[in-house]
């Protein structure tokens, strides 16, 4: 099976920069894929990694290491709407369609 | 832009009630999924289907079960509501695997067992 471990919860000040990591156990790894949750709200794409490196977006960037089976988010220039849960996912070739989850990154922004 | 809709946002059943919870998206997907979602334990599949009628048991599909006649509709059961079933219940929908790496999420339905 697969399994994801992502800090519980992360707190920080408006214009900061938080780094959420992920590290994943899986049997054949396809990429690694990051959603943000806001209460009461569906969770939505944020980015994809397939392959190591960096993806960049704006504000967010997705970092990739299949070497050491880890990822991270970084989150920059925090802003107050930044704060929602945060969930890496693995696609697994050997686990069909799927996306499995972490259990999700509660980031709490600050004034 | 996709729209994937759950028929009810708030539902409160009583232990051993048939539920049924409905989903639709619009953008023609192969693939649907329902999630659970429990507070610090993510989301967890149960249940994904990649075309009509298929289905494929997710990890965690005991108590559960799914029906998907039409492509654009995918419909969780719970045969016989248990108080350990309330939750938040997550549908989401993508494209086939390798056009796209994203899954759209519907809005959630929050169910409550009593």
């Known amino acids: 099976g697969q399994s994801l471990e992502q800090p519980s919860e992360v707190t920080a000040v408006e214009g900061a920069i938080v780094q959420i990591n992920c590290t994943y156990q899986?049997?054949?790894?396809?990429?690694l894929s990051w959603y943000q949750q806001h209460d009461g709200g569906a969770p939505t794409f944020l980015s994809y990694n397939a392959l190591d490196g960096l993806e960049e977006t704006g504000r967010f960037s997705s970092f990739l290491s299949r070497s050491d089976s880890y990822g991270y988010l970084l989150l920059q220039e925090l802003q107050m709407k930044d704060s929602a849960s945060y969930f890496c996912?693995?696609?697994?070739?050997?686990?069909?369609?799927?996306?499995?989850f972490g259990g999700g990154t509660r980031v709490l922004v600050k004034p | 832009d996709v729209k994937v809709t759950q028929s009810s946002r708030y539902l409160v059943k009583r232990t051993g009630e048939k539920v049924f919870l409905e989903c639709v998206q619009d953008m023609d997907h192969e693939n649907m999924f329902w999630y659970r979602q429990d507070p610090g334990l993510g989301l967890r599949l149960i249940y994904f289907?990649?075309?009509?009628?298929?289905?494929e048991k997710g990890d965690i599909p005991e108590g559960y079960s799914v029906s998907r006649e039409k492509k654009e509709r995918f419909s969780l059961i719970l045969e016989s509501a248990s108080t350990n079933q309330t939750s938040m219940y997550l549908c989401?929908?993508?494209?086939?695997?390798?056009?796209?790496?994203?899954?759209?999420f519907g809005e959630g339905s929050w169910l409550t067992v009593v």
């Open positions: 996912a693995v696609r697994d070739r050997t686990a069909g369609n799927k996306l499995t």
């Open positions: 899986t049997s054949g790894f396809y990429g």
């Open positions: 289907s990649y075309d009509v009628k298929m289905k």
């Open positions: 989401a929908s993508s494209p086939r695997w390798g056009e796209e790496n994203t899954i759209y």
